[in-house]
């Protein structure tokens, strides 16, 4: 079977679910009748844009149907570890198991703090909570642990954790000589398709971060995460520096020329995601212009953060353009009603 015929009909079980328990009886078969028709082969749109439009439609025609979307999502980096510091490290040790150091341990409970500093709203938001999502590795896990200490057990909602937030695989045991050759061979080729021996590419990483997205949507739309209508929730990953970016890049509909520009995260360095007033995530709601500058971002990149900050969805076409010239040359503005364009039929 086809993955994205198989990733579709995971989709509306979920949202088949969140029917079921939202809905009496009889509403409840109308809304699933409605939710086939939208989202038929003949309707066919990218997954993350056929969740916001069924949910809209169906929110539109029966209100009870509401997505409560998170205030933030915060993107986090492990704190430093001993692979860091030595990559001989990885000649002995599997990768999943390096350890934190006690810096690293130090840069996670700062970064706790700063992240509570963030959701609280230095303390004038009451109503905040926060669920944690963490890679497997040990690294994430203890980051995790440190991160936890900033944070009141009433205002956790929950924790998961989830493998394919996972490191980048660069194969099993690293010899650090050949490791060096492979890695400047890999910035020849290009960081985004480059697939280490025995390992993966940074597109390997970015279907199953998009599986992630979409099992994140699910755990949205079923409210696993928010059961509290009062409260005002932030998702947090706990996750690795390429990991984070790829991310990023899916969620932000960044091309791979994008994706090659960005700077790794710094060691816990963590990225805010904040839900601006039109519906959109934007990064530059809780960072400034000159963060995303530092951290490779291009002029149009970061325009497109100003528009998301503020704007409506639905209108993002009309008002970034911009980004259609990075795929068309010479594209007319308008057309005439008999296909005649810009005159050039004209005698």
């Known amino acids: 079977m086809d993955p994205t015929c198989m990733e579709r009909a995971d989709h509306k079980i ?23 028709y939208l989202s038929s082969s003949s309707n066919f749109k990218p997954l993350e ?10 929110s539109r025609r029966h209100p009870k149907f509401e997505r409560r979307l998170p205030k933030r999502i915060i993107l986090m980096r492990h704190g430093e570890s001993q692979g860091n510091l030595d990559m001989s490290a990885y000649t002995t040790t599997p990768d999943y198991r390096i350890p934190l150091t006690p810096l690293g341990a130090e840069q996670a409970r700062a970064a706790g703090r700063g992240i509570r500093e963030a959701v609280s709203e230095g303390g004038r938001a009451p109503g905040w909570k926060v669920y944690f999502y963490v890679s497997p590795y040990e690294r994430t896990r203890s980051t995790l642990r440190e991160i936890g200490r900033a944070f009141p057990k009433e205002r956790i909602l929950g924790v998961r954790e989830e493998c394919r937030i996972r490191e980048q695989d660069f194969g099993n045991f690293q010899v650090e000589e050949r490791m060096k050759v492979i ?3 890999r910035q020849r080729f290009g960081r985004f398709f480059f697939r280490f021996p025995e390992g993966e590419s940074a597109a390997d990483v970015f279907d199953r971060v998009a599986s992630f997205m979409e099992s994140l949507w699910r755990d949205i739309d079923m409210k696993r995460i928010d059961q509290d209508e009062n409260s005002e929730t932030n998702l947090v990953i706990v996750s690795h520096g390429l990991t984070t970016r790829v991310f990023l890049m899916k969620w932000f509909k960044w091309t791979v020329d994008q994706f090659e520009r960005l700077n790794n995260l710094e060691n816990c360095e963590f990225r805010v995601m904040q839900l601006g007033p039109g519906g959109e995530y934007s990064l530059l709601i809780h960072h400034t212009q ?18 998301r ?14 980004y259609l010239t990075s795929f068309f040359d010479g594209l007319e503005d308008s057309e005439d009603p008999d296909g005649e364009r810009n005159g050039e039929n004209e005698l």
Do not use: H
């Open 14 to 36: 979920g949202l088949f679910g969140l029917i079921l328990s939202s809905s009496g009886p009889c509403l409840c078969g109308y809304l699933v009748l409605q939710l086939l």
């Open 49 to 58: 844009e056929e969740n916001f439009d069924i949910v809209e439609e169906m």
């Open 183 to 185: 890695k400047e061979t």
């Open 290 to 307: 000159e963060e995303l500058e530092r951290w490779g971002m291009s002029p149009e990149m970061i325009a497109d953060q100003q528009w």
């Open 309 to 322: 900050a503020t704007a409506n969805r639905g209108t993002w076409n009309e008002d970034c353009s911009w």
